[in-house]
């Protein structure tokens, strides 16, 4: 079910790992930037179809994917989870066109990221509509204290590799989060989450942007020395530990 959106609740991400729906954006912000993603794609937003574009880190290529990534919708609700000192550290477009079979297996973030220590919140941030139909984010609420081992998936549909198996994941507790455009739900590293294929005609555009504070060191020669991908931004406050200096971002000029 859609909701109008809640109040980002505190309370509700520390004791269930997740807040949200939580209205971020307007629906005129919203719109623009659904535009200026398809204008991005070089696809028509009327004949939404696969890419083969590399989605991620955009927020490194364009002004508006970074003031997308820094909108006050998210970084307000971030100072309230990680304090005032926050890094940005990575953005990625979940883009399911009508009809993929792609499917985001269970998983918790933290299973891929070498990071010490392990700080990080997401907002995930539906541009257009997220249904249950299209294959909207799915979260299990309390399972953020826990880490748990995660194995090959072994399914060319699934997007990733590894993810959690049907038996270590209790579905029955699963929450849909169906968003309406401009809407976004805030999760943590270790909250268990995934999304099925979409099976509609309706795109699902969305993006994730990820957060962290200065005292996390990000071990990037584990990370295959990923800086196409991984860069670090000071968005608020200040950054007194330096442990990051060699990966630092330049905020795009267009
Ligand atoms: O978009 C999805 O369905 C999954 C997103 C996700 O795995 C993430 O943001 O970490």
Known sequence: MITRGNPFSIRQYREEGY??????????????YYRLFFDALEQSRYEPAATA?????WH????WAYELATHPGIVEPMKEILGSDLILWAMHFWYKPPGSEKYIPWHQDINYWPMEPAINATAWVSLGWSIEENGCLKVIPGTHNTVVRHN???DANSAFGEGLAADQVDESRAVALEMSPGQIAFFNEAT????NANSSNVPRVAFSVR???????????QWGGDTQRIKTFLVAGEDTFKRNEAIKGTVPDL
Not at 53 to 57: E, G
Not at 211 to 221: A, D, G
């Open 53 to 57: 574009k590399n989605l991620s880190a």
């Open 60 to 63: 490194h290529q364009y002004r």
């Open 19 to 32: 807040s949200g729906p939580v209205q971020g954006l307007s629906l005129q912000e919203s719109e623009y």
């Open 152 to 154: 090959d998936t072994g």
């Open 192 to 195: 268990i989450h995934g999304s």
């Open 211 to 221: 957060y962290t504070t200065p005292e996390v060191r990000f071990l990037i020669e």
